[in-house]
């Protein structure tokens, strides 16, 4: 068993920046890949960001890629979601996500473990 809390959100003025926290708990944080993924009222729940066990690799969606960093923590049991550049768009609830396995994947169904989310309002 893996639980998983997300932290960060809050509202933030368009092109303003925010960091994201998925703390771990329970069985080794090393064992899974990492994911981040975001969902809209009334919309499917979107991959954004995935790292692999060790950090060595990262996959962005094309809609964050180049704003948004994905990096984790070993040590401290924490994968991060840096967001730069943030716009109206990127308005929804972010989860954090556990994958025993050694990739990346972008399927929803292939995550083992969820966070409950945390709110990123984008406004002026």
């Known amino acids: 068993q893996v639980q998983l809390v997300e932290s960060g959100g809050g509202l933030v003025q368009p092109g303003g920046s925010l960091r994201l926290s998925c703390a771990a708990s329970?069985?080794?944080?090393?064992?899974?890949?990492m994911g981040w993924f975001r969902q809209v009222p009334g919309k499917e729940r979107e991959f954004v960001a995935g790292?692999?066990?060790?950090?060595?690799?990262?996959s962005y969606a094309d809609s964050v890629k180049g704003r948004f960093t994905i990096s984790r923590d070993n040590a401290k049991n924490t994968v991060y979601l840096q967001m730069n550049s943030l716009k109206p768009e990127d308005t929804a609830v972010y989860y954090c996500?556990?994958?025993?396995?050694?990739?990346?994947?972008?399927?929803?169904?292939?995550?083992?473990?969820w966070g409950q989310g945390t709110h990123v309002t984008v406004s002026s």
């Open positions: 790292v692999t066990r060790t950090g060595g690799r990262t």
């Open positions: 329970g069985r080794t944080f090393g064992d899974y890949a």
């Open positions: 996500a556990a994958d025993l396995s050694s990739a990346i994947s972008r399927r929803i169904y292939e995550y083992d473990y």
